[in-house]
C-alpha cells in the first residue's frame, strides 16, 4: 500500500479538504500530517461519519486506535438535563481516545461538526510499526502532550479567564491548531467550522455572550471572521485581549482589561 502524504498548503475559503492528491512530498511533514499520513495507511477500515452525527461505537475499541484523518469533529459531556460540555475539538492529525462503558460516568460522545472521517487501527500494526520506526513513538507522545495541554487550557478558559480573555485565547489555540493539521489561504485564513454555541459550550459561555464578544474583537481590528474561516488580522492585539503573550517578551494584559465584560 501506497503512502499518502498529506500537505496543508494555500486553499480558497470555500476548501479546506486536507488531502491534496497531487501534492508533493515535503522533507519534513508536521507532527499532525505524520500521523494522518500514517493512519491512512495502517487503517484497516475508514470510518466515513456526516456532519451533525456521532461516531458510533465499535467492537473491541481496545484492540484500535481512531486517528481522524479530515474533518472536525468533538468530544462532549452530557449531563441529565441536557446541558452540553465539549471537551476537546479533534482535529486531522488526532487521536480519539477510548471511551469506558460505565454507567456511573457522565456519559460522553464524539459527534463530527463537518462530514469526517476516522482510521481505524489495529494496535498491533501501529506497536510493530513503532518497533520499525522508534521516532514514532514521539510523535505519538507529543500529540498526547498537546491534546492534554489543550485540555487544561480549555478548562483554564471555562473556570477563570473572562469572557473576553476566553474567546480571544480560544481563537487563537484554535487558529494554531488548524493551521498546523490544515494549512491557511494565501490571505491567511484558516478553517473555523465552529458556530457560536460550539464555542460557548467549549468555555462556559452562552451563545449569545460569545456573538457579543465576537463583535467586539472583530470591531476593534483583531479578527475577520466569515463562514467556516477566521483570520487573525492583528496577533498582538488579539493576544492582549487574551492577557497573553504574542510575541513572548511583552507582557499584554491592557486589551483584556480595555473590553472586559
Same mark, same amino acid.
Given at each position: 500500500?501506497?503512502? #499518502?502524504?498529506?500537505?496543508?498548503?494555500?486553499?480558497?475559503?470555500?476548501?479546506?479538504?486536507?488531502?491534496?492528491?497531487?501534492?508533493?512530498?515535503?522533507?519534513?511533514?508536521?507532527?499532525?500530517?505524520?500521523?494522518?499520513?500514517?493512519?491512512?495507511?495502517?487503517?484497516?477500515? #475508514?470510518?466515513?461519519?456526516?456532519?451533525?452525527?456521532?461516531?458510533?461505537?465499535?467492537?473491541?475499541?481496545?484492540?484500535?486506535?481512531?486517528?481522524?484523518?479530515?474533518?472536525?469533529?468533538?468530544?462532549?459531556?452530557?449531563?441529565?438535563?441536557?446541558?452540553?460540555?465539549?471537551?476537546?475539538?479533534?482535529?486531522?492529525?488526532?487521536?480519539?481516545?477510548?471511551?469506558?462503558?460505565?454507567?456511573?460516568?457522565?456519559? @460522553?460522545?464524539?459527534?463530527?461538526?463537518?462530514?469526517?472521517? =476516522?482510521?481505524?487501527?489495529? =494496535?498491533?500494526?501501529?506497536?510493530?510499526?513503532?518497533?520499525?520506526?522508534?521516532?514514532?513513538?514521539?510523535?505519538?507522545?507529543?500529540?498526547? @502532550?498537546?491534546?492534554?495541554?489543550?485540555?487544561?487550557?480549555?478548562?483554564?478558559?471555562?473556570?477563570?479567564?473572562?469572557?473576553?480573555?476566553?474567546?480571544?485565547?480560544?481563537?487563537?489555540?484554535?487558529?494554531?491548531?488548524?493551521?498546523?493539521?490544515?494549512?491557511?489561504?494565501?490571505?491567511?485564513? =484558516?478553517?473555523?467550522?465552529?458556530?457560536?454555541?460550539?464555542?460557548?459550550?467549549?468555555?462556559?459561555?452562552?451563545?449569545?455572550?460569545?456573538?457579543?464578544?465576537?463583535?467586539?474583537?472583530?470591531?476593534?481590528?483583531?479578527?475577520?471572521?466569515?463562514?467556516?474561516?477566521?483570520?487573525?488580522?492583528?496577533?498582538?492585539?488579539?493576544?492582549?485581549?487574551?492577557?497573553?503573550?504574542?510575541?513572548?517578551? =511583552?507582557?499584554?494584559?491592557?486589551?483584556? #482589561?480595555?473590553?472586559?465584560?
Amino acid at each position: 500500500m501506497s503512502l #499518502h502524504i498529506v500537505v496543508p498548503e494555500a486553499r480558497s475559503k470555500n476548501n479546506f479538504s486536507v488531502f491534496d492528491s497531487n501534492a508533493s512530498v515535503p522533507d519534513v511533514l508536521s507532527r499532525e500530517n505524520r500521523l494522518v499520513a500514517i493512519a491512512d495507511k495502517l487503517a484497516t477500515e #475508514h470510518r466515513h461519519v456526516s456532519a451533525g452525527a456521532e461516531l458510533g461505537a465499535f467492537a473491541d475499541s481496545e484492540k484500535f486506535l481512531f486517528v481522524v484523518i479530515d474533518g472536525w469533529m468533538f468530544r462532549n459531556a452530557i449531563l441529565e438535563d441536557g446541558r452540553r460540555q465539549i471537551l476537546d475539538f479533534i482535529l486531522p492529525g488526532d487521536f480519539i481516545a477510548g471511551r469506558r462503558q460505565d454507567e456511573a460516568e457522565v456519559s @460522553q460522545t464524539v459527534d463530527a461538526i463537518t462530514d469526517s472521517v =476516522v482510521a481505524i487501527i489495529p =494496535v498491533c500494526a501501529m506497536a510493530q510499526l513503532i518497533a520499525e520506526m522508534p521516532s514514532l513513538a514521539m510523535t505519538m507522545l507529543e500529540a498526547s @502532550q498537546s491534546a492534554l495541554y489543550a485540555s487544561y487550557e480549555n478548562l483554564v478558559d471555562a473556570g477563570r479567564r473572562t469572557s473576553i480573555e476566553a474567546v480571544a485565547h480560544f481563537l487563537m489555540r484554535m487558529e494554531k491548531r488548524a493551521t498546523q493539521a490544515i494549512g491557511q489561504t494565501e490571505d491567511g485564513a =484558516v478553517p473555523f467550522p465552529l458556530i457560536q454555541e460550539q464555542i460557548g459550550d467549549a468555555i462556559g459561555l452562552t451563545a449569545v455572550h460569545v456573538c457579543r464578544t465576537l463583535r467586539k474583537l472583530k470591531t476593534a481590528g483583531a479578527i475577520e471572521m466569515g463562514r467556516g474561516w477566521l483570520k487573525i488580522t492583528d496577533r498582538q492585539l488579539l493576544a492582549e485581549f487574551a492577557g497573553a503573550w504574542s510575541s513572548g517578551d =511583552v507582557p499584554a494584559v491592557m486589551g483584556a #482589561h480595555r473590553l472586559a465584560s
